[in-house]
């Protein structure tokens, strides 16, 4: 099972750091760390806000093989803006860290609050309709959690419930949200108290299914102040969880119980899901659904004309600081770049430039340009160049490659193409 990359928590208290990073933060108090990562309170130079800034050391993460880890978190809390979970404001990279800047939860952990005293009834109703409606937003865009327990559970300043740490997150690319359509997960990961019984079976997994266990057992230890399954043997901690062996404390309801049975189901298809949970009469007690809105940097996205929209917190993610590609100085095969070129210019000047090197446009669809290398001077390969909308004036260009062409791309169509670039604070995409 994966360790945390850093356990975030405001209880601490450090000398500043007092360094300014890329100009646009001052990174102050450290708040946690873990095996790979640091967390430090951070001050926004512009707005004055307050952030929380995670970096993460690129050496260590090459070396035990977890880049992926940190892409796939990126891009899962790219697809998630809810008041329950933590934004992710920018990812920004130097030769050393990678840093990502995210909301500062004001409260620190509630796992420090709950290894003071239990929740009472009212109180434990109150986060977990907090954590339903995070959790169920969450799988309504295809991310599931997977490492759901109190210490991955922050409070802000109002304290109002943040999910963080989405380092063991998967993604779903199944766009329909019935999660029994979704192919089955195998990894093995989460924290041992919280894991879900079929995750032991090891015989694959449904993602949303297991997140719906591990609010069983936190919802558990709100209410009774300790775990369901606790065992200083791991193997004797597992078989209760197997079996489902668990007694409620004498002052649990009967609605209350109801409900934590049906979350700690072992069989996950009889399991209740979070339709189910929403409907449930103890749930339902004084709860209002949340609105997700967008925020100032929502544009107006562009529909009938064939090209795919992404959401403006995109915007974000292509700025220089993010670009997936080169966080960790890898070659993976493509980049992206941003043009407020109207998509049919860009298709053009796309062909004219491959055309122009003397190349080979083996495909062309309205909105995508194949290239094929052949067997001649620059080898065998292919170039791919996708548009897609990102706002009314703007596209994202996104070009892949096989068979070692990154530098005809490079030294050859990109300074054709350059001018064409829509630059949001540096460098981009073939600079």
């Not at 997960?185 to 993602?207: F, N, Q, R, S, W």
Request: aromatic share 10%; with cysteine.
């Amino acid at each position: 099972m994966m360790p945390a990359l850093a356990k975030y928590t405001n209880e601490q208290h450090q000398t500043p750091v007092n360094k300014t990073l890329f100009e646009k933060y001052k990174l102050g108090k450290l708040l946690g760390y873990g095996a790979f990562a640091k967390v430090y309170h951070g001050y926004d130079i512009e707005s004055k806000r307050s952030v929380a800034i995670k970096s993460i050391n690129k050496k260590k993460i090459i070396s035990r093989g977890l880049t992926s880890h940190i892409k796939l978190e990126i891009t899962a809390m790219r697809r998630l803006q809810h008041p329950n979970i933590v934004r992710l404001h920018e990812v920004l990279a130097n030769q050393k860290k990678v840093y990502f800047v995210l909301e500062f939860a004001k409260g620190g952990e509630l796992f420090s609050k709950l290894s003071k005293c239990r929740f009472s009834e009212e109180l434990s109703r109150r986060y977990f309709q907090q954590l339903i409606s995070a959790v169920g937003y969450c799988h309504s865009r295809g991310v599931f959690h997977r490492d759901l327990k109190p210490e991955n559970l922050l409070l802000d300043d109002n304290w109002n419930l943040k999910i963080t740490d989405f380092g063991l997150s998967a993604i779903s690319y199944n766009n329909n949200n019935n999660s029994n359509n979704n192919k089955l997960l195998h990894t093995m990961c989460g924290t041992p108290a919280y894991v879900a019984p079929e995750i032991l079976l090891k015989k694959g997994y449904d993602g949303a299914k297991v997140d719906i266990w591990s609010c069983g057992v936190i919802l558990y230890v709100f209410n009774a102040g300790y775990l369901p399954f606790n065992d200083p043997n791991l193997i004797v901690m597992y078989r209760k969880i197997s079996r489902g062996d668990f007694h409620f404390p004498k002052w649990t309801s009967p609605e209350l119980k109801r409900l934590l049975s049906r979350l700690l189901d072992t069989n996950p298809i009889t399991r209740i899901t979070i339709d189910e949970i929403v409907n449930d009469p103890w749930f339902k007690i004084g709860y209002k659904d949340v609105e997700v809105g967008c925020d100032d940097m929502e544009m107006m996205k562009c529909g009938g004309d064939g090209l795919e929209s992404l959401n403006a917190f995109d915007i974000i993610s292509f700025s220089s600081g993010c670009n997936l590609s080169s966080l960790f100085d890898e070659d993976d095969g493509g980049e992206m770049f941003l043009s407020t070129v109207a998509p049919e210019v860009m298709m053009e000047r796309v062909v004219e430039a491959v055309v122009g090197e003397g190349l080979m446009v083996v495909v062309k669809k309205k909105w995508c340009v194949k290239v094929d290398g052949g067997q001649g001077q620059c080898g065998n390969f292919t170039l791919t160049v996708v548009v897609k909308r990102l706002t009314v004036e703007i596209v994202v260009v996104e070009v892949e490659w096989r068979g070692g062409v990154r530098d005809v791309w490079k030294r050859r169509v990109w300074p054709r193409l350059s001018g064409l670039v829509y630059r949001l604070d540096g460098p981009v995409a073939g600079d």
